[in-house]
């Protein structure tokens, strides 16, 4: 199994604009009210990747079946259009994941998974209403999880600012 080091040099080599933390898995916070948040967003339904269209799994228990977490993240400034840096911003992270993800695979770890930060963006004009066009590459919103990313991420000494004025970040998990 590949250990932490590897991977963060991995992401500080080939991915120098992410930034990672080793997180114990015990201590990834999951709330109901976090899975609660969902049902008021836009997405709701709408995204592949979204509730309530993820597996009903109890993910508390599939992060626990993982060895490894560390959350990756960045962050972009917010110039004049918000909505334009927050869509880049999801974009960017999900597909820094999943280049991670192939770099485990290809390092012996087929098990493997990432949850993004934000709703899947992988396609330009939203998705199809019938099947999701990019099944192999579609993630799952870490905050769909249940997982308190604020609090999480506190304890790894990310300090995430609301609301956003300035500067947005992004945080993801990958789990090996």
Not at 28 to 48: D, P, S
Not at 75 to 101: F, N, P
Not at 148 to 155: D, G, L, Q, S, Y
Request: proline residues 6%; contains cysteine; hydrophobic residues 35%.
């Amino acid at each position: 199994m590949v250990d932490y080091p590897i991977v963060e040099d991995y992401v500080k080599e080939k991915l120098p604009h992410m930034y990672t933390a080793r997180v114990n898995i015990e201590d990834i916070e999951f709330e109901q009210r976090f899975e609660l948040l969902c049902f008021y967003c836009g997405r709701y339904n709408a995204k592949w990747t979204c509730p309530p269209r993820i597996p009903k799994a109890d993910y508390k228990r599939v992060f626990s079946e993982y060895d490894k977490a560390l959350l990756v993240y960045h962050t972009l400034e917010v110039k004049d259009d918000y909505d334009k840096v927050r869509s880049d911003s999801s974009l960017i992270l999900h597909r820094a994941l999943l280049e991670i993800e192939d770099f485990l695979l290809k390092n012996g770890n087929p098990v493997r998974i990432s949850f993004i930060g934000g709703s899947c963006k992988l396609c330009k004009n939203d998705c199809a209403p019938d099947k999701c066009r990019n099944p192999y590459q579609a993630r799952i919103p870490l905050e769909a999880t249940g997982v308190n990313v604020i609090t999480t991420a506190a304890k790894c000494g990310i300090d995430l600012q609301f609301p956003v004025t300035e500067m947005i970040s992004r945080i993801g998990i990958i789990l090996w």
